[in-house]
């Protein structure tokens, strides 16, 4: 499917015939491929439908020399926003002292106020750290920018994972970038926030919704964690099919968990599946897949969000066809359960998951401490520019 070729929604997947048939091009016959990689020449190679970021992925490209540009764009609009933001906030207007005819109405002169010279050095560690904040979203707007040059649909920009328990902080933050890509002239339908799927995370996403913020819920690693993201009428989810075969290996060593034993495909299969039933308009894409069978395994699924090195294996598998395993004419052979799931019931059903729970807060530790790693970059930088 070439990517042109599909709406913002990414709901019609095209049939057209390839005229190089590989196992991913069979793939796109039937599912919306995302591209999971913060790196620009790897969006320009495979032209996926939209493109997924997180701290990971932005640190690991920050560290290259060809996005060096990118980095120090951010730290100069970030320390430009943060100027601005200590200056008052009404200009005083000065009366002039020109002479005016009798009948000529008095002008009045808008002094603009003066920015003093940026010193990083200089700040003490809390204003230092709201640089750091400014820039940080900064970098991945401009991230952000870069890869919508090349994808026709969304582009997925995390929030700061250690407001993931803090829904009115969550709130600010997806705010804060929204108004970030608005001044670059990207509207907020072209974006999905990207927000741990905690209760708090959940909830501020229903509210973000009223204000036609879309969000990305990620770090979905239960079933009741999903339809909590659906029933908030949230975008789209992304259970992580890979980090869920981990923690089985690890904890449950010794069982078959290859194809349709996969638990992770297992757990995308049954949400996907009631998404259906209820007629839910949330978008499941798996994500964190790393193995082809986990991919053929769920084609068929709104989306997938794949690393480079998948995507690659999937196009070396020529002659490749696949068909859909998820398909809605299955559904009328199951028989699913409603539940309607609130806080109570979010709460019981992630304590008595381990899986979910370990998975859930192991992941939410690994964006921060990335991003933490990223913003010490920075600061770094910061200190050597006011030497």
């Known amino acids: 499917m070439d990517a ?33 990689t913060g790196k620009i020449n790897d969006i320009q190679k495979f032209q996926p439908q939209d493109a997924t970021t ?17 980095i120090d764009d951010a730290i100069q609009k970030g320390i430009k926003s943060y100027q601005v933001s200590k200056q008052p906030v009404q200009k005083q207007p000065k009366r002039t002292n020109s002479r005016k005819k009798k009948d000529e109405p008095e002008t009045k002169e808008i002094v603009e106020p003066e920015i003093p010279q940026f010193n990083f050095n200089t700040l003490n560690p809390e204003e230092q750290k709201i640089v750091i904040g400014m820039i940080t979203d900064q970098l991945s707007v401009n991230f952000g920018l870069e890869i919508l040059k090349l994808v026709p649909g969304y582009v997925s ?7 993931s328990y803090d829904k009115q902080a969550t709130i600010d933050k997806a705010k804060r970038i ?4 608005e001044q670059a002239g990207i509207t907020k339908e072209r ?3 990207k927000i741990a799927s905690t209760w708090e995370g959940i909830q501020a996403a229903k509210a973000l919704k009223k204000e036609g913020i879309q969000c990305n819920m990620t770090l979905i690693f239960n079933y009741y964690q999903a339809l909590a993201c659906a029933q908030a009428g949230v975008r789209l989810i992304s259970p992580f099919v890979g980090r869920i075969l981990d923690w089985f290996t690890k904890n449950k060593s010794g069982e078959d968990y290859s194809k349709q034993n996969h638990p992770g495909v297992k757990l995308v299969t049954s949400i996907w599946n009631s998404f259906k039933k209820f007629k839910y308009d949330t978008i499941v894409m798996a994500a964190s897949l790393r193995l082809v069978d986990e991919a053929t395994e769920l084609c068929g699924c709104d989306r997938m969000t794949i690393p480079i090195k998948l995507l690659n294996d999937l196009q070396s598998l020529e002659g490749t066809v696949l068909e859909p395993k998820l398909k809605v004419e299955n559904l009328d052979n199951l028989n699913i359960e409603k539940v309607i799931v609130d806080e109570k019931t979010y709460r019981w059903e992630m304590n008595q998951d381990a899986m979910g729970t370990e998975k859930l807060n192991e992941g939410i530790r690994k964006f921060a401490q990335d991003l933490e790693t990223l913003e010490n970059v920075i600061k770094q930088k910061l200190t050597q520019n006011n030497q």
């Open 4 to 36: 042109a070729e599909v709406q913002h929604d990414g709901s019609s997947p095209s049939k057209k015939v390839k005229s190089n048939p590989n196992a991913l091009n069979s793939l796109r016959d039937h599912t919306v491929v995302v591209a999971d």
């Open 54 to 70: 997180n701290p990971s992925l932005i640190l690991e490209a920050a560290k290259l020399p060809e996005y060096q540009a990118l």
């Open 157 to 163: 920009t995390e929030v700061d994972a250690r407001m």
């Open 178 to 181: 929204i108004n970030l890509y």
């Open 191 to 193: 974006i999905l926030i």
